[in-house]
């Protein structure tokens, strides 16, 4: 009953965000209108993580498996990518080293900055 | 009748499962992350259908309940990241500033390699938000006009380069700051590069986790301006 009761209550919360979704203008993802909710619903204490335990690990632990479809469903597209096979592995592979650089960098230049700020104002007071 | 049978939803579900299984256990065996589970499942499924003549229609009767429960998989993404609120707070600013430039500069290098490769827009669409974690890749993708499928694999190709090479693009680039090679990580390889990080450290999978729900939720908002 425990599991029953936990995925009515996350199911419930996507429902609720496919209906949010049809109403505002702008075309936002249901999936991440939900994210945003039970992030809300958990910050303002209304649900406690530990309530939804057994589902979610159960939801995040086998969300690879949840792919295999979508996957399969490249033997309906294959004619489209045959010819650019190398091109897409090397936008993937390029991008990912040039987007991990710049993050990494970006973080380290916060917290650089970060700690600037706070020894200027130690420096001050 | 064999074309009736087939067509339960059913079979496509026991298909997955049993094809993922073994996926899961040829990964055990080899002790590699190049032995990717789902890029295993998803060959084994494509050589069943085709071995013995069934449609991709009739198999994802049960394929499209499967495809059902991503987006409550989504959702729960808000757990890993409300679970690590003390070390997001701590490093709030820094963590957005990252995923953000992060986000822009996937977008960006993508379009840019594509419009040089000559690659078409739907192909363009579907790579896109290949470095976000793939429930809410697929939708970004779906929106633009790509191909979900095309999506998919781009997302697992990432996430395979991220597990393997995570460790030692953070030696390369010398980062040397267990915080900035979290959030890195997450940005840019989701899960895949995730479980890399954790291996590397508790405040490495930390801050790897909470990227990928940050940087999924900035890139969903990039791409409403594209």
Same mark, same amino acid.
């Given at each position: 009953?425990?599991?029953?009761?936990q995925i009515?209550v996350i199911?419930?919360?996507c429902? $609720?965000?496919e209906?949010i979704?049809?109403?505002i203008?702008?075309? &936002?993802?249901s999936? /991440? =209108?939900?994210?945003?909710l039970l992030?809300?619903?958990?910050l303002?204490k209304?649900i406690?993580s530990?309530?939804?335990?057994?589902?979610?690990?159960?939801?995040m632990r086998n969300?690879s498996?949840?792919?295999?479809?979508a996957?399969?469903? $490249?033997?309906?597209?294959?004619?489209k990518i045959?010819?650019h096979? &190398?091109?897409?592995? /090397? =936008?993937c592979?390029?991008?990912?080293?040039l987007?991990?650089?710049?993050?990494a960098?970006?973080v380290k230049?916060?917290?650089?900055l970060r700690?600037?700020i706070?020894?200027?104002?130690e420096?001050?007071? | 009748?064999?074309?009736?049978w087939?067509?339960s939803?059913?079979f496509?579900?026991?298909?997955?499962i049993?094809?993922?299984?073994v996926?899961v256990?040829?990964?055990?065996?080899?002790?590699?992350?190049?032995?990717n589970p789902?890029?295993?499942?998803i060959?084994?499924v494509?050589?069943?259908?085709n071995?013995?003549?069934?449609?991709f229609?009739?198999?994802?009767?049960g394929?499209?309940?499967?495809?059902?429960l991503?987006a409550?998989a989504t959702?729960?993404?808000?757990l890993?990241?409300?679970?690590?609120?003390?070390?997001?707070?701590?490093?709030?600013?820094p963590?957005?500033a990252g995923?953000?430039?992060?986000?822009?500069?996937a977008?960006?290098s993508?379009?840019?390699?594509?419009?040089?490769?000559?690659?078409?827009?739907?192909l363009?669409?579907s790579l896109?938000?290949?470095?976000v974690?793939?429930?809410i890749?697929?939708?970004i993708s779906?929106?633009?006009g790509?191909?979900t499928?095309i999506?998919?694999?781009?997302?697992?190709i990432?996430g395979?380069?991220?597990?393997?090479f995570a460790p030692?693009l953070?030696r390369?680039?010398?980062?040397?700051n267990?915080?900035?090679?979290?959030?890195?990580i997450?940005t840019?390889?989701h899960v895949g590069?995730?479980?890399?990080a954790?291996?590397?450290?508790?405040?490495?999978?930390a801050m790897s986790s909470i990227?990928i729900?940050?940087?999924?939720?900035?890139?969903?908002?990039?791409?409403?301006f594209?």
């Open positions: 009953m425990k599991v029953l009761w009515g199911f419930g919360i429902f $609720i965000s209906g979704a049809m109403l203008p702008i075309p &936002f993802p999936s /991440v =209108i939900g994210m945003i992030f809300l619903l958990l303002s209304r406690e530990r309530q939804l335990i057994d589902s979610s690990n159960f939801l969300m498996f949840m792919f295999i479809p996957g399969v469903g $490249i033997v309906q597209v294959y004619d045959k010819g096979l &190398f091109q897409l592995i /090397v =936008i592979i390029v991008s990912t080293i987007t991990f650089a710049a993050t960098y970006t230049g916060a917290i650089w700690e600037r706070r020894s200027r104002k420096g001050v007071c | 009748m064999l074309k009736e087939f067509s939803p059913l496509g579900i026991v298909l997955c049993a094809a993922f299984a996926g256990y040829i990964q055990k065996l080899l002790k590699t992350p190049l032995a789902l890029a295993i499942a060959a084994l494509i050589a069943v259908l071995v013995f003549n069934i449609s229609e009739d198999f994802n009767q394929g499209q309940i499967i495809t059902m991503l409550p959702a729960v993404l808000a890993s990241v409300y679970n690590q609120l003390d070390v997001l707070k701590k490093n709030f600013l963590t957005v995923c953000l430039v992060g986000s822009v500069t977008i960006v993508i379009v840019l390699m594509c419009r040089a490769f000559g690659l078409d827009d739907t363009t669409a896109l938000p290949k470095s974690t793939n429930p890749a697929v939708v779906e929106q633009h790509g191909l499928s999506t998919v694999a781009a997302v697992i990432t395979v380069f991220g597990t393997i030692l953070t390369l680039f010398r980062i040397g267990s915080v900035a090679t979290g959030v890195a997450g840019s390889s590069g995730t479980t890399a954790i291996q590397m450290g508790e405040v490495e999978g990227a729900g940050v940087a999924g939720l900035i890139t969903t908002l990039i791409a409403l594209l």
